[in-house]
């Protein structure tokens, strides 16, 4: 099993910056990739970014040029900087860690950006 905890969230005005973490335990030994999503209330759970173990990385277009995902080469912890923060990127933001035929999911952080 791996065990995912998210921190970082928070209220946050229009323009600003936060940035997420996710820690990470269990069996990193036997993750390939990890990600972020986020869930806004009445709507899917979507990909904001996602980190390979070779560091190959994808966005979301919605985010692309303003998030960032980051990791520590051992999948100790996982990072997302979130800069120039609009409303529409309030969500509950999820961290995902994906073995070869198995996934977990982190119990979400609220982010919620508003004036």
């Known amino acids: 099993h791996v065990q995912l905890v998210e921190s970082g969230g928070g209220v946050v005005q229009p323009g600003g910056s936060l940035r997420l973490s996710c820690a990470v335990s269990g069996r990193l030994f036997a993750i390939n990739a990890m990600g972020w999503y986020r869930q806004a209330p009445g709507k899917q759970r979507d990909l904001v970014a996602q980190?390979?173990?070779?560091?190959?990385?994808t966005y979301g277009d919605s985010v692309k040029g303003r998030f960032t995902i980051s990791r520590d080469p051992a999948w100790n912890t996982m990072y997302l900087q979130m800069n120039s923060l609009k409303p529409e990127d309030t969500a509950v933001y999820y961290c995902?860690?994906?073995?070869?035929?198995?996934?977990?999911w982190g119990q979400g952080t609220q982010v919620t950006v508003s004036s």
């Open positions: 980190i390979t173990r070779d560091d190959l990385i």
């Open positions: 995902k860690a994906l073995e070869t035929n198995v996934f977990y």
